[in-house]
T-cell receptor, first 112, second 113 residues
Framework: DAGVTQSPTHLIKTRGQQVTLRCSPKSGHDTVSWYQQALGQGPQFIFQYYEEEERQRGNFPDRFSGHQFPNYSSELNVNALLLGDSALYLC???????????FGPGTRLTVL | GENVEQHPSTLSVQEGDSAVIKCTYSDSASNYFPWYKQELGKGPQLIIDIRSNVGEKKDQRIAVTLNKTAKHFSLHITETQPEDSAVYFCAASKASSASKIIFGSGTRLSIRP
């Protein structure tokens, strides 16, 4: 049984560009959350998707948007990239109506 | 606002000794407290969790304690081994179907041979 998978592993972009990150949840999980982890810090909650809707959002600007597909996989989109968006982006999945979240390996985004 | 504070930021212990990491949370509505271990280049791995209706939970060499009144919770690792070296994060959430997890800032644990 595969765990949470994310792609790509690493990504380099320049300021002002747009990026799309992808996540596939664990089998049987229908809820996907996204987190941003800056170097040397704990992960910070971006938003959560359930039934293809954004259910909860953290303190991130509208440049950060997402989508969930009928197969429960998810995308994170970031527009107008800033240097400060450089971070490890983590996806976590959980089964319906449970609080335990399981994390993927992350996508390392570098903005130059 | 919601906040989780974690101490110490770095911890070095002799192999075989115990390690303790302490956290406090600000939101009294928090009722679910997971602990994650993150190795270099990997995502956080859930190692143990505790809910607010329980004061202590143990899993082999790992134990967590929770003091709801003081809003403190701690991770205890006994008989430490080299493979315990990693960054550990405490976290808190209001367990529900739409729960976000608030993380502490992490503790870098090093095990000296």
């Amino acid at each position: 049984d595969a765990g949470v998978t994310q792609s790509p592993t690493h990504l380099i972009k320049t300021r002002g560009q747009q990026v799309t990150l992808r996540c596939s949840p664990k089998s049987g999980h229908d809820t996907v959350s996204w987190y941003q982890q800056a170097l040397g810090q704990g992960p910070q909650f971006i938003f959560q998707y359930y039934e293809e809707e954004e259910r909860q959002r953290g303190n991130f600007p509208d440049r950060f948007s997402g989508h969930q597909f009928p197969n429960y996989s998810s995308e994170l989109n970031v527009n107008a990239l800033l240097l400060g968006d450089s971070a490890l982006y983590l996806c976590a999945s959980s089964p319906t109506n449970t609080d335990t979240q399981y994390f993927g390996p992350g996508t390392r985004l570098t903005v130059l | 606002g919601e906040n989780v504070e974690q101490h110490p930021s770095t911890l070095s212990v002799q192999e075989g000794d115990s390690a303790v990491i302490k956290c406090t949370y600000s939101d009294s509505a928090s009722n679910y407290f997971p602990w994650y271990k993150q190795e270099l280049g990997k995502g956080p791995q859930l190692i143990i969790d505790i809910r607010s209706n329980v004061g202590e939970k143990k899993d082999q060499r790992i134990a967590v304690t929770l003091n709801k009144t003081a809003k403190h919770f701690s991770l205890h690792i006994t008989e430490t081994q080299p493979e315990d070296s990693a960054v550990y994060f405490c976290a808190a959430s209001k367990a529900s179907s739409a729960s976000k997890i608030i993380f502490g800032s992490g503790t870098r644990l090093s095990i000296r041979p």
